[in-house]
């Protein structure tokens, strides 16, 4: 997962929609004032950093390297996380932690194998966290416009491995069946508003279309997604409801 992202650093900070203050609170009173928390595929901190005034601790973890930078840039004056470059494959390496939180990032891991590390290494009232889309996101309203100018490009979703795509798994399918099958999922709707400049922003974050994936094309994608946007919303706004569904997750009863 190292280089997918080359570039897309900071229009995943800027663009991407934080996961709004009543997720984190969910999250925070959840986990407790007193709690260490793994943010575990952190990116530039969308979770770890409203999150971090609330716990004790945030240790947050990602394998690109810009994205941490990133995070740390902008949590400059936020006390009490800690930036690690790793990935899930190093979770025994790993200053303890009490809970876990994944958002986006679940998908580009081998699910069930981190979830079985997770049994062995978290306490026996440790929670796992997953925020984010819920099951059925929807199509933000540009998308059907994206998907031509991506074709265009020869650009197409990267699936992850582990994703709901690849699989037909959603991640709570996979939850059901691990250690941390008692499940609990709230789903929190904002109405969001894009203009033009933050929707081309948003396409640099991703995956498939981040700046080093496009490498010389970039300023011929840029400007042909300027162009079909506006081709089909001469406005340049777009307004849509985001749903970010809390799922947390943890061990059955005995």
């Given at each position: 997962m190292t280089d997918l992202f080359g570039g897309a650093a900071p229009y995943y900070a800027r663009y991407r929609a934080?996961?709004?203050?009543?997720?984190?609170?969910?999250?925070a009173t959840t986990f407790g004032p007193d709690s260490s928390v793994l943010d575990l595929g952190c990116g530039p901190g969308?979770?770890?950093?409203?999150?971090?005034?609330?716990?004790?601790?945030?240790?947050?973890?990602?394998?690109?390297?810009?994205?941490?930078?990133?995070?740390?840039?902008?949590?400059?004056?936020?006390?009490?996380?800690?930036?690690?470059?790793?990935?899930?494959?190093?979770?025994?390496?790993?200053?303890?932690?009490?809970?876990?939180v994944m958002g986006r990032s679940f998908h580009w891991m081998d699910r069930r194998t981190v979830l079985a590390e997770l049994d062995e290494l978290l306490p026996p009232d440790g929670v796992v966290a997953l925020v984010g889309p819920g099951r059925d996101p929807g199509e933000d309203p540009w998308e059907p416009t994206m998907r031509r100018v991506r074709a265009e490009f020869g650009l197409g979703p990267m699936r992850a491995t582990?994703?709901?795509?690849?699989?037909?798994?959603?991640?709570?399918?996979?939850?059901?069946?691990?250690?941390?099958?008692?499940?609990?999922s709230t789903v929190y709707e904002r109405r969001l508003a894009y203009d033009l400049d933050a929707v081309i922003g948003l396409q640099l974050s991703y995956s498939f279309s981040a700046p080093a994936h496009l490498g010389d094309r970039l300023e011929a994608f840029t400007d042909a997604v300027r162009k079909a946007l506006l081709a089909s919303n001469p406005s340049g706004r777009w307004e849509h409801v985001e749903a970010t569904e809390v799922l947390i997750a943890r061990r059955a009863p005995a």
């Open positions: 934080g996961h709004g203050e009543q997720a984190i609170e969910h999250l969308t979770v770890a950093i409203p999150l971090a005034r609330h716990v004790r601790e945030v240790t947050a973890v990602d394998p690109d390297e810009e994205m941490l930078a990133e995070g740390r840039r902008l949590a400059a004056e936020v006390p009490d996380i800690r930036w690690l470059r790793g990935d899930s494959t190093m979770l025994r390496t790993l200053p303890p932690f009490d809970h876990v582990n994703s709901y795509q690849a699989t037909g798994e959603h991640h709570h399918d996979v939850l059901a069946t691990s250690p941390f099958r008692d499940l609990s």
